[in-house]
């Protein structure tokens, strides 16, 4: 099957002058022009949370667009060895949505580049019946890698991990699709 991938792209942080954004662009640039790749975003900066979760317009967006997601590609900084708050929300106030689908994290920090980050990550999709990439784009002191106008200084470098990584995770999302297809995936351990 051929069907386009539909990648839903999630922002980590929702802090005003983020750098998430700088990012978020030169992500959204690169994977314009890849071939049967479907982009949608989620923004927790557009959304509303309370200490208890997303209020409930929130948390219908959240659910719908994980719903409608093949893949989920989620851009992260690194608080404090870990990651922000408001992703943790946006990630807890859904559940089946994650199941039997890929992630993929692009990350960015300071000298560990946001691995730290995505390590506690992988811990939490597993929880969520989701398939973590192995293969990550980290980029260590980000803010010294695009110029004023966010365009990044060594653009095929930094091209060269992220086409490896959408390759695995289209890879997975396809075969994890079919497999979603072939049997329900709540109904494989009944
Ligand atoms: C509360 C906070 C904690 C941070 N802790 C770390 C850290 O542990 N390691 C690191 O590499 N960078 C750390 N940073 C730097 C961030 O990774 C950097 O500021 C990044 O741009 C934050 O992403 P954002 O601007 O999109 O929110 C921290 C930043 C903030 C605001």
Redesign the pocket.
């Not at 900084?77 to 870990?82: A, F, L, R, S």
């Given at each position: 099957m051929n069907e386009s991938i539909r990648v839903t792209m999630i922002y980590?942080?929702a802090?005003e002058?983020?750098?998430?954004?700088t990012?978020a662009d030169w992500l959204k640039a690169e994977l314009r022009d890849v071939g049967g790749c479907e982009l949608s975003i989620l923004d927790p900066a557009e959304l509303t949370f309370s200490a208890s979760g997303p209020d409930e317009f929130s948390a219908a967006i959240i659910e719908t667009k994980l719903e409608a997601a093949d893949a989920f590609l989620i851009v992260v900084?690194?608080?404090?060895?870990?990651y922000?708050a408001v992703l943790k929300a946006l990630i807890d106030s859904a559940y089946r949505p994650w199941h039997a689908k890929p992630v993929a994290f692009v990350s960015?920090?300071?000298?560990?580049?946001?691995l730290?980050a995505v390590e506690q990550l992988r811990q939490v999709f597993a929880e969520l019946h989701a398939v973590s990439i192995r293969d990550t784009v980290s980029l260590a002191h980000?803010?010294s890698q695009f110029d004023s106008q966010g365009n990044p200084f060594r653009p095929a470098q930094m091209r060269g991990p992220l086409i490896v990584m959408m390759r695995r995770l289209f890879w997975w999302a396809r075969a994890l699709r079919n497999a979603r297809e072939e049997t329900v995936y709540d109904s494989a351990a009944a």
């Open positions: 980590g942080s802090r002058g983020r750098f998430c954004d990012v900084p690194e608080y404090n060895h870990g922000p960015y920090g300071g000298v560990s580049g946001g730290r980000a803010w």
